[in-house]
């Protein structure tokens, strides 16, 4: 059963920084990962999805990364920006693209 | 123009009372998705249509009943709600061939 956790659980910084948000998982047969957006009182927003063959996906400042053969996945922001706080969901499609979320980071980035 | 709507938004009832939330998209796609959101944040896979049909059940009591009227709604019936039946309900959608999930923006239910 594929188990997937995020580190850490939350994360304060100022606005500017770069930050690195972390999930690994202990299933290493996925057809893609998939890192969300959670803001309060609203849904999931897809930010970047990683397929298994791939390496990393970029989009604007953020960049994530995926290497299957130690479980882990990294989320970096660049520059953060106050816009940016809100909870960040790793996600794993193990097949029939049903989704295993680990619990998230609560970002908050500070003017 | 919102593209997976769920209806309502917040939904307060009694314990023994039977509800249900409403799902539908605009996006033309055939795979829908109901999740589960605990007071941990913890987010958890309920249900998976295909073109109304059902393709996943994880393990959610019967009193759970999804219905698919057409590709482009699914409704979730909850029969003789109980307290731990509080959460946040989610909504998606899925565009087939690229993999991403298109959520709703969430029907938090509390039982009283």
């Known amino acids: 059963k594929q188990e997937v956790t995020q580190i850490p659980a939350a994360l304060s910084v100022p606005e500017g920084e770069n930050l690195v948000l972390n999930c690994s998982f202990t299933d290493s047969a996925i057809y893609n990962l998939q890192w969300f957006r959670q803001d309060p009182g609203k849904g999931l927003t897809s930010l970047l999805l990683?397929?298994?063959?791939?390496r990393e996906q970029t989009s604007g400042r953020l960049n994530a990364s995926l290497d299957k053969s130690s479980g882990r996945s990294t989320l970096y922001i660049a520059a953060s920006q106050p816009g940016d706080s809100a909870t960040y969901l790793c996600?794993?499609?193990?097949?029939?693209?049903?989704?295993?979320f680990g619990k998230g980071t609560m970002l908050l980035v500070s003017p | 123009d919102t593209a997976v709507s769920q209806t309502p938004k917040y939904l307060v009832t009694q314990m023994g009372n039977d509800k249900s939330i409403k799902c539908e998209q605009n996006l033309g796609h055939d795979t829908m998705y109901w999740y589960k959101q605990d007071s941990k944040k913890f987010l958890k896979i309920m249900f998976s249509y295909n073109n109304k049909e059902l393709i996943i059940n994880e393990t959610v009591p019967n009193r759970f009943s999804p219905k698919s009227p057409d590709k482009a709604h699914l409704n979730l019936h909850i029969n003789s709600l109980e307290l731990g039946d509080s959460a946040v309900y989610f909504c998606?959608?899925?565009?087939?061939?690229?993999?991403?999930?298109?959520f709703g923006a969430g029907t938090r239910l509390s039982v009283l």
């Open positions: 998606a959608s899925l565009l087939a061939g690229v993999n991403i999930q298109y």
């Open positions: 996600a794993l499609d193990s097949g029939y693209s049903t989704l295993t």
């Open positions: 990683i397929q298994s063959s791939q």
